[in-house]
């Protein structure tokens, strides 16, 4: 299987709060799962990836956390602002590159004041 | 950093003309890119690889003579919509990934098309 299911579809957190979106998979050949962070009319940006060599990778205030063994994986987002605001999807490839992708459902996220 | 490049940003077209669209890797050269289609408020669904210097390979369910591609060099793609109907009216964006050290890809802007 291919896909990559991602919760919530919608979230809404207050500016200061920790935003948290999963991340599930059944194909255990990826191995390379990057975040990509989009707002409306314009193409995906890379915001954090991992490899499963690791359990945790963080990047500012973008931290991913890996569960290899439950093949989930998950972007939390510290103090979040309304800058954040966006669209995330996660992603997924296979043989350690980064080029085709399999994309989550993707979470949008509102910040509030 | 790396820049990929995508136009136009938007175009509004009549039933039955094609329409192109251009992706170009701007300081690096890629010997594939990736087309994607976005319907709204859906994820991206991989449409075709570009490969450059052989044909591409399209997704299961893509319409090969509809979405035409062509790689003509190492930092341009394109995407030439046949004969276009409104259900073709989406937001299409490429992506190139850029080697050396670890892989990235990257996106460009989209293109909106719109089609009456």
């Known amino acids: 299987q291919q896909q990559v299911k991602q919760s919530p579809q919608s979230l809404i957190v207050q500016k200061g709060g920790i935003s948290i979106i999963n991340c599930a998979y059944e194909?255990?050949?990826?191995?390379?799962f990057p975040w990509y962070q989009q707002f409306p009319g314009k193409g995906p940006a890379l915001l954090i990836a991992?490899?499963?060599?690791?359990s945790e990778k963080k990047e500012g205030r973008f931290t991913i956390s890996f569960n290899k063994s439950a093949k989930q994986f998950s972007l939390h987002i510290m103090d979040s602002q309304p800058g954040d605001s966006a669209t995330y999807f996660c992603a997924a490839s296979i043989a350690g590159t980064a080029s085709k992708l399999t994309f989550g459902t993707g979470t949008r996220l509102q910040v509030t004041l | 950093g790396a820049v990929v490049s995508q136009h136009p940003s938007r175009v509004i077209c009549k039933s039955g003309t094609s329409v192109k669209i251009e992706c170009r890797s701007l300081?690096?050269?890629?010997?594939?890119m990736f087309w994607y289609r976005q319907f709204p408020k859906q994820s991206l669904m991989l449409m075709a690889t570009s490969n450059e210097g052989s044909k591409a390979t399209y997704e299961q369910g893509v319409e090969k003579d509809k979405f035409l591609i062509n790689h003509a060099s190492l930092t341009l793609s394109t995407l030439t919509v046949t004969s276009a109907h409104p259900e073709d009216s989406s937001f299409y964006i490429c992506s190139a990934p850029k080697t050396g050290g670890r892989e990235k890809l990257f996106f460009g802007s989209g293109t909106q098309l719109s089609v009456l």
């Open positions: 300081d690096f050269q890629a010997t594939t």
């Open positions: 991992i490899r499963p060599d690791v």
């Open positions: 194909n255990t050949a990826f191995d390379y």
